[in-house]
């Protein structure tokens, strides 16, 4: 079984910080993605990455695919509170690409 | 809108009752996904159609859920003899193509069994 882990569960900021949310397996995944989740709303997909070692920019946001696309990265350079939500992270498995399996999700609050 | 829609938002029912949840994709998506999310967790993959064929129901957690979509576009999701431990978001999403395409999820129906 494929199972995605997600550290750290909760995460408090204050605006204008830095951080970094990870996201781990033993399995190899042909692609991963992360998604924002907000109260209420289903989850909105951020980027997909699929080559081993990509490093992927959106604005503020930087995602990286490990070199052997077991583990993935997100840092937020200078958070805002538009930045707060549930992210998440799927992997699209090697055997049965059709399923995409979620982890667990990092809960960031960023204060102003 | 031209988002994925679900309904009824929020359901609440009894032990032991059925109930039937619905899911609108986008127009023209052919690959449609149920997931499960319960209060502090990713979502849990339940089944995937690929058209109006399931193929992919290993996620299904046993013959109490069902779930169709006969003609290629709703799909509507069946629990027999509800248990407390159904209680959770019910998620939907569609893609124009399996797995690497981007996945459109709707709001969910959060589902109260009492």
């Known amino acids: 079984t494929q199972l995605l882990e997600q550290s750290p569960q909760f995460l408090s900021i204050q605006e204008g910080e830095n951080l970094t949310v990870y996201c781990n397996s033993s399995?190899?995944?042909?692609?991963l993605q992360w998604y924002r989740q907000e109260p209420g709303e289903g989850p909105v997909l951020l980027v997909t990455?699929?080559?081993?070692?990509e490093v992927k920019k959106l604005k503020r946001l930087t995602f990286q695919f490990g070199d052997a696309r077991k583990d993935s990265s997100l840092h937020i350079t200078a958070a805002q509170t538009g930045d707060t939500g549930l992210y998440l992270c799927?992997?699209?498995?090697?055997?049965?690409?059709?399923?995409?399996?979620f982890g667990p999700g990092t809960s960031l609050s960023v204060i102003p | 809108g031209a988002g994925v829609s679900q309904t009824p938002s929020n359901k609440v029912t009894e032990k032991g009752k059925y109930v039937e949840l619905r899911c609108d994709p986008i127009s023209g998506h052919t690959a449609l996904y149920w997931y499960r999310q319960s209060l502090g967790q990713g979502p849990e993959f339940l089944i995937y159609?690929?058209?109006?064929?399931?193929?992919?129901d290993s996620g299904l957690p046993n013959d109490r859920f069902f779930a169709v979509r006969p003609e290629g576009s709703v799909s509507t999701l069946k629990i027999q003899r509800t248990e407390r431990g159904d209680s959770a978001v019910y998620l939907c999403?569609?893609?124009?193509?399996?797995?690497?395409?981007?996945?459109?999820f709707g709001p969910g129906t959060r589902l109260t069994v009492l």
């Open positions: 799927a992997g699209a498995s090697e055997t049965s690409y059709d399923k995409v399996i």
């Open positions: 159609f690929q058209g109006t064929g399931a193929a992919d």
């Open positions: 399995s190899v995944f042909s692609s």
């Open positions: 990455v699929v080559t081993g070692g």
């Open positions: 999403a569609s893609s124009s193509k399996p797995s690497t395409d981007t996945q459109y």
